[in-house]
Every structure is written in structure tokens, then in C-alpha cells.
């Protein structure tokens, strides 16, 4: 799916984090948004699956276009439109009182998209697709809070993906995680990118140059550089954007 | 690809069944309504509550009331101004006893009870919490009234103490706990002792939890009657000294329910009501304090 974001402004309570987005974002591609902690990047991946409304106080204007069809039209839904964009957190947010199985199974159960053999298959399939399988195929039915950080980060994945969204948002998925594990989570990336549009937030510029097809720079809550990722790191245009990448600031 | 001609498009963000769709929706709209609902009505259960208490006794407060003492019947003016002494005296005797015991026990379950001896001392807290209050009374009554061959003050306060003591306690051990570990670490990576930090940097990040758990404290020993039946006994002359005995306004409430005029009963339920406002003034006065009026979330 592709998203067209046109004049996007949001706030909390009175501050306003972001000061209108434009911003074009093709079909099956990484994009990376990088940037100084605070300067917006992850209200902006909250705001494309309307999350950031979840928040007391918050409030969104503008228009995001998914295929066409503005997320923010009063017509809307926003549950449907989170169950067809999904969502990875910063720190893996496993449901501890649930088996592993459980926890893939939620999405699909919640939904009613699957059940009995059916919902097996779709379970086993997002674990592979997350890279998850065989780590776990031998305790499906045990809780989901004994596995390492990043396993729980990919099983995290596994369940975004078994409700079989078209676009998957990364808020710093690998930040809390070791360099191996963090590893396994971009090769993840750079294979689910042929299903899915996938927007990651990351501090992480390497991971940007690795991962991302596409990079936006954000500064104090505004776009200052949006482009291929070679060109933003090689030969940025912005005075700030040069500053930022090659780490004489942020 | 882009295909920016927004309105033509058609809406992928559809249930997959429209009946599901029905049933959550309104499976959800149903759990809100119903938590509103009782919400609003335990609410209007104590609204009605002030309310009924209010149009019996409000025409009886006036400024006799906080001033004089009371009078016998028949006669004019009078007040409840030797009850509202003696619930002060009493409630503050209780405090000066209770609110340290109990913080102290609290910090010790929460920050260094490990072992066979914090188990005990977390069992009989809990105990204690269970047992009826009229129990303490009579244990001030042996322990004080009975020697001294005298009612006092200084029983009633110590019974209403006991009985602030496990709420105190478990009020603070549970807010300590929730203090994080890493708050701790902080400080005690600067070097730091153990009390030092726990003065400095877990209690004052506890502060609104364990001030909420005083006050609760306090307005629940503010209402005790039955243990001060045996010990503060009651009295209608302004009280000088704690070995004697004291008024306090739920005895005085108690008196005059049971009395035979009408206009006695009535300034039962005036006390009632000053009893109640008086509670949830402190209420008002530590959520305030603690910024407990600032909206959640974020």
C-alpha cells in the first residue's frame, strides 16, 4: 500500500510535535525516519495508524492517504485501520500471561479471521515468516515471558504479522535489543519488505544505511530532508541533515 | 502506484464481517455504558447519602455549634464544640502514635524484610488489619482505663493508633515496592547508604501513595465509635487534660441518636454531617497537596 501524507500537524495537549508533513511513501519499500530524540519521529509512525489519538490530550490534523483513502475520513474506523497496519514497539510488548502460540493467535482471533486448523497454519506461518519458528516450535504452549528479549521482539513481529496487515510501522524495534538479535531484525526487514510497506523509526544510522530504501530526516517536529538513503548520507542537501548524519550534532 | 485521487478509492479498512463488526462494537459500547453507569450511580449513592444527611441536620449548624457545648434540653444554644475538641485531641494523639509506627513498619516489610521475621511481622499486620475495632478498645481499657481507675483521652488515642498502624503499614509497603529499583540504584551508585536512600530518594518518590494511605488512615479512625465507648467514654465539658475523659463526635452522634428528643436526633445527623465534610476536606486537602487533581496519561 502506499501512503501520501498531506499537511500533518499533531499535539499533546498544547505542544504541537508536528508542524505540517508531506511526505510520499511507495508501495513495498523500507523507509527509515531518523532524527534527535524528540524531534517527532515516533508520533509521526503513531499517527499513521492513528494511535497517537489513543494518548489524553493528543489530537491529529491533516490528511493520510493509504491507497487513496484519507485513514482520518470521518468514516473511518481506526481498529480496522490498525488491524491492516501494523505495529512493532521499542520494547517488546509480549503479553506475559499468554503461551507463544497465544500471543500470535490474538490478532486473528480478535478479528475472526482464522480458527481450528486453519489458525495453526496461520500461526506457523507468521513464526516463520518472523524468523521465529524454530526457536519455538517445541513450546507453542508456554509462556511467551520466557523467551530472551529478542526472541520476544520477534515474536512481537510474528504477531503483527499474522493478522496479514499491508503495512508494518517500526518504532525503534531493535533499540533494546544486542547487535545479533538486532541483526536478525533488519535481514527480517529487508525479506518482509517484498510483502509489506514497511516505515522504521531508528536512532540508529547504520541500521538506516543497511535497511532503508528511502530516508527521511526529521528536526523539531518538520521534515528537512526526505530521499534515497545513499543520497541522504553521502550528499545530504540540508545544512542540518549534514550536521546530523555525520554526527556533529543529535 | 501512487494513486493519490482520494474518493474514487475504495475503502480497504472494512470488517471482515459485518456481524462481528456488530458484536464487538457493540459488546464495547456496552462495557463502556456500564461502567458509566455504576460509576455515576455508586456516586449518587453518596450524593444521596450527604444529601439526606444534609436536609436533617444543616438547619442545626450554626455558629453555637463550633463554639459552645452542649446543652440540656429544653434549653437554648448549644453546641458540639467539646466533641470537635476531643475528636482533634483524639485523632491527633492516634497520629502522633500510628502514623510513625506505621511508616516505619511499612519501610521495614518493603525495603529491608526479607526472611522469617518480616513473614511475621507482615502476618500480624495483616491480622491486625481484621480485627474489629472494638477489640482495641477493650485492650486500652485493661491496659489503661482499668489502672488508671479513670476514662481518658489518652486510651481512646491509644486504641484508634493500633488501629491506624496496619493501614499505615501496608499502605506504604505496597507504594515502596512500586518504587522502581533503578531509582534506587541511582542513588546508591552516587554513593549513597541504604538509609540515606531511602530517606532521600524512595520515600519522597512514594510520597503521594503514602500520604493517600494516612489519610485513609484518618478519616477512618476520625468515625471509630465502638472503641471509644470504653476508653474516651465521652463527656460534655471541654476536656484539659488527656487522663480524663473526652468527647468525641461520633460518641456524640451515638448519644444522640439513641436520645428521646427529636431535636437531639437531629443534631446527631448535623454532626454527622460536619463528621463527613471534615472527611473529605482532608481528602481534598491531600489530593491537592500531592498534585492529585492533575489529569492521567501521557
Redesign the interface.
Given at each position: 500500500m502506499a501512503i501520501q501524507v498531506e499537511h500533518l500537524n499533531a499535539w499533546y495537549d498544547r505542544t504541537q510535535a508536528l508542524h505540517d508533513i508531506n511526505l510520499e511513501i511507495a508501495p513495498l519499500s523500507v523507509t527509515a525516519l531518523i532524527g534527535p530524540s524528540g524531534c517527532g519521529k515516533s508520533t509521526f509512525v503513531r499517527c499513521l495508524n492513528r494511535l497517537h489519538e489513543e494518548i489524553y490530550g493528543a489530537r491529529v490534523q491533516g490528511k493520510v492517504l493509504v491507497d487513496g483513502v484519507n485513514i482520518y475520513a470521518a468514516s473511518i474506523i481506526p481498529m480496522y485501520v490498525r488491524r491492516h497496519i501494523g505495529m512493532v514497539f521499542q520494547q517488546p510488548n509480549v503479553l506475559p500471561t499468554r503461551s507463544i502460540f497465544d500471543n500470535v493467535a490474538m490478532g486473528i482471533r480478535l478479528n475472526g479471521l482464522a480458527s481450528g486448523k486453519e489458525l495453526n497454519d496461520l500461526v506457523e506461518h507468521s513464526l516463520h515468516q518472523a524468523a521465529i519458528w524454530d526457536e519455538v516450535k517445541d513450546r507453542l504452549n508456554t509462556s511467551a515471558a520466557g523467551l530472551s528479549g529478542g526472541q520476544q521482539q520477534r515474536l512481537c513481529i510474528a504477531r503483527a504479522l499474522a493478522v496479514e496487515p499491508q503495512i508494518l510501522l517500526m518504532d525503534e524495534p531493535a533499540s533494546a535489543l544486542d547487535p545479533i538479535a538486532t541483526l536478525q531484525i533488519e535481514e527480517l526487514m529487508t525479506t518482509l519488505k517484498r510483502n509489506y510497506t514497511i516505515v522504521v523509526v531508528t536512532h540508529n544510522m547504520q541500521q538506516a544505511g543497511r535497511v532503508a530504501d528511502r530516508t527521511v530526516f526529521f528536526l523539531s517536529g518538520r521534515i528537512i530532508e526526505e530521499g534515497e538513503t545513499s543520497q541522504i548520507f553521502s550528499r545530504p542537501e540540508k545544512r542540518e541533515t549534514e550536521d546530523y548524519v555525520t554526527g556533529r550534532f543529535g | 502506484?501512487?494513486?493519490?485521487?482520494?474518493g474514487?478509492?475504495?475503502?480497504?479498512?472494512?470488517?471482515?464481517?459485518r456481524a462481528?463488526d456488530a458484536r464487538?462494537r457493540g459488546a464495547n459500547i456496552l462495557a463502556i455504558t456500564l461502567t458509566a453507569l455504576f460509576a455515576v450511580l455508586a456516586g449518587a449513592f453518596l450524593l444521596y447519602l450527604i444529601a439526606y444527611v444534609a436536609s436533617l441536620g444543616l438547619k442545626y449548624i450554626n455558629v453555637n455549634f463550633f463554639t459552645q457545648r452542649p446543652v440540656a434540653e429544653g434549653e437554648t444554644g448549644g453546641g458540639w464544640a467539646t466533641a470537635l475538641q476531643g475528636t482533634a485531641v483524639l485523632v491527633g494523639l492516634a497520629s502522633l502514635v500510628g502514623i510513625p509506627l506505621g511508616m516505619a513498619t511499612g519501610v521495614y516489610l518493603s525495603e529491608f524484610g526479607r526472611g522469617w521475621l518480616a513473614s511475621v511481622v507482615r502476618f500480624l499486620v495483616d491480622t491486625l488489619t481484621g480485627i474489629p475495632t472494638i477489640i482495641f478498645g477493650l485492650f486500652a481499657w485493661v491496659i489503661l482505663v482499668v489502672p488508671a481507675h479513670s476514662f481518658s483521652a489518652l486510651s481512646g488515642g491509644v486504641a484508634l493508633s493500633i488501629i491506624m498502624i496496619p493501614t499505615v503499614a501496608r499502605a506504604s509497603e505496597e507504594v515502596l515496592r512500586l518504587v522502581p529499583r533503578e531509582l534506587r540504584e541511582a542513588s546508591v551508585a552516587l554513593g549513597a547508604t541504604e538509609s540515606r536512600t531511602i530517606l532521600r530518594v524512595v520515600i519522597p518518590a512514594a510520597r503521594s501513595g503514602i500520604l493517600t494511605g494516612i489519610m485513609l488512615a484518618i478519616a477512618r479512625v476520625a468515625g471509630e465509635t465502638a472503641p471509644l465507648l470504653m476508653t474516651a467514654f465521652g463527656t460534655t465539658f471541654f476536656n484539659t487534660s488527656i487522663l480524663r475523659p473526652i468527647d468525641a463526635i461520633p460518641l456524640r452522634i451515638f448519644d444522640f441518636t439513641l436520645s428521646p428528643f427529636p431535636s437531639e436526633q437531629n443534631q446527631a445527623y448535623a454532626g454527622a454531617l460536619v463528621l463527613m465534610v471534615l472527611v473529605i476536606l482532608t481528602s481534598l486537602a491531600v489530593r491537592w497537596a500531592t498534585g492529585g487533581f492533575r489529569?492521567?496519561?501521557?
Open positions: - | 502506484m501512487t494513486t493519490s485521487t482520494a474514487v478509492a475504495k475503502n480497504p479498512f472494512q470488517p471482515n464481517s462481528l464487538r489529569p492521567r496519561g501521557r
